[in-house]
């Protein structure tokens, strides 16, 4: 029905467009399934759900160059006076921001003894009141928030409750709830530090960190000359609010640098500004291969016509429907079609198998090699069916003669 046979002997006569061909779609679904893969994953991150009211919630940092500023009371007095301001909804001290880049982290034991001594996955920490969860928009779904006069002004020393993230709990305690366990800064009894509630999510500053997820509020507002602090506005406001917070401040005390407002939005922007520049330029080089490919069967489909019009016209003459010699030129490159994406597939696999070890990249998923050979069979078609159905139309006299 599909004259496979001769199609494949008109194929082995002349091997050599046919083969640049195949070689060409090996290469394209080899490529093309692994860059839509790593294309996809990188989307995907981006697309992560930091558990942060991003578009509300900015940070700035303050540097106190005068000796005579109490790092302890100054901070406090700064703080109540953001507060005060029109549209500021929440504001807190904090040792870094989410999705910045930079900030803290630590890993924490627990157990009842040396000997049952186990120890948590590295988390980010943050340092700061009861009013970080409200800046940041957070969503507390176990135990409760710090008490005012359970926040320590002071160094890092100082931290006895903790508030952590869901994912924390469940990669450090499993099934058991984490409200009520204490942790400990080094070795079991050193600085025990109480988880009082837990947070549904909360991202720490390094977005290519495999424990992003992984976050921890301890109740300590740290006493220093560079502070940084976090404010959560309508978003109308946050404008405004870049004018009027230095002003303010610097109307109670002059000697300081206010400066670096930057929202979560624009944070996560920078972040992942690499990610977002190689999705872009894998993107276009997939649009390249494909439309590379496309043409190069267009162009062979016409060559072949250009080739064959006599033998077009004998067959028109002996009686083939103009379907007949569509399905030709179709059957032709779906053959060749469909052995590059098969070859192509295995190339993809153990390319993706090399990638993951190089790059630790996750295991290429097959669903982008059959994609992708799913995508160069409508591409076929559509690269194919114009020409041929030129081809068909060429009356049986002109053919012959043409020849």
């Known amino acids: 029905m599909f004259q496979i046979k001769p199609i494949?002997?008109?194929l082995?006569?002349?091997?050599?467009?046919?083969?640049?061909?195949?070689?060409?779609?090996?290469?394209?679904?080899?490529?093309?399934?692994?860059?839509?893969?790593?294309?996809?994953?990188?989307?995907?991150?981006?697309?992560?759900?930091?558990?942060?009211?991003?578009?509300?919630?900015?940070?700035?940092?303050?540097?106190?160059?005068?000796?005579?500023?109490?790092?302890?009371?100054?901070?406090?007095?700064?703080?109540?006076?953001?507060?005060?301001?029109?549209?500021?909804?929440?504001?807190t001290l904090t040792s870094m921001t989410p999705l910045s880049g930079g900030g803290w982290s630590s890993n924490f034991s627990h157990g009842t003894s040396e000997e049952d001594r186990k120890d948590g996955p590295n988390a980010a920490i943050y340092y700061?009141?009861?009013?970080?969860?409200?800046?940041?928009?957070?969503?507390?779904?176990?135990?409760?928030?710090?008490?005012?006069?359970?926040v320590n002004a002071g160094g890092p020393e100082l931290a006895s409750l903790a508030i952590v993230s869901a994912q924390f709990a469940k990669d450090t305690f499993g099934d058991e709830p984490a409200v009520g366990k204490v942790m400990y800064r080094g070795n079991i009894?050193?600085?025990?530090?109480?988880?009082?509630?837990?947070?549904?999510?909360?991202?720490?500053?390094?977005?290519?960190?495999?424990?992003?997820?992984?976050?921890?509020?301890?109740?300590?507002?740290?006493a220093s000359s560079f502070n940084r602090i976090l404010v959560r506005a309508d978003e109308a406001a946050i404008v405004g609010l870049k004018e009027a917070i230095p002003t303010a401040l610097h109307k109670e005390h002059p000697n300081r640098v206010v400066r670096g407002f930057t929202t979560i939005s624009e944070h996560r922007t920078s972040v992942y500004r690499n990610h977002e520049l190689m999705a872009?330029?894998?993107?276009?080089?997939?649009?390249?291969?494909?439309?590379?490919?496309?043409?190069?069967?267009?162009?062979?489909?016409?060559?072949?016509?250009?080739?064959?019009?006599?033998?077009?016209?004998?067959?028109?003459?002996?009686?083939a429907k103009k379907r007949d010699i569509i399905s030709f030129f179709l059957v032709e490159n779906y053959l060749i079609c469909l052995i590059g994406g098969v070859l192509g597939g295995l190339i993809a696999v153990q390319l993706g198998q090399q990638l993951m070890t190089l790059y630790s990249l996750p295991k290429l998923d097959l669903i982008y090699p059959l994609v992708t050979v799913a995508g160069l069979l409508v591409l076929t078609t559509v690269a194919v069916i114009l020409p041929a159905r030129k081809a068909a139309n060429i009356s049986p006299a002109i053919a012959t003669r043409s020849v």
Not at 49 to 73: C, K, L, Q, R
Not at 287 to 309: D, H, K, W, Y
Request: hydrophobic share 45%; glycine share 8%.
């Open 12 to 91: 082995l006569h002349n091997k050599s467009g046919p083969l640049l061909l195949l070689i060409q779609i090996i290469l394209s679904v080899a490529i093309v399934a692994n860059a839509s893969f790593i294309i996809s994953e990188r989307i995907g991150l981006m697309n992560r759900d930091s558990g942060i009211a991003e578009s509300e919630v900015f940070d700035f940092s303050i540097y106190n160059f005068d000796d005579s500023v109490d790092p302890v009371t100054q901070p406090l007095r700064d703080l109540d006076i953001i507060r005060q301001l029109d549209g500021v909804k929440a504001a």
């Open 8 to 10: 494949v002997s008109m």
């Open 128 to 150: 700061g009141d009861e009013q970080m969860i409200p800046t940041l928009g957070l969503n507390l779904i176990e135990g409760r928030n710090f008490y005012p006069d359970e």
């Open 280 to 319: 872009t330029v894998l993107s276009m080089m997939v649009v390249l291969l494909l439309l590379i490919t496309s043409l190069g069967l267009a162009g062979m489909v016409m060559f072949n016509i250009e080739r064959r019009t006599k033998q077009i016209g004998t067959r028109r003459a002996l009686g």
């Open 189 to 222: 009894g050193t600085q025990p530090m109480k988880i009082i509630g837990v947070v549904e999510r909360l991202q720490g500053a390094w977005v290519d960190n495999d424990n992003l997820d992984l976050s921890i509020i301890l109740n300590v507002e740290l």
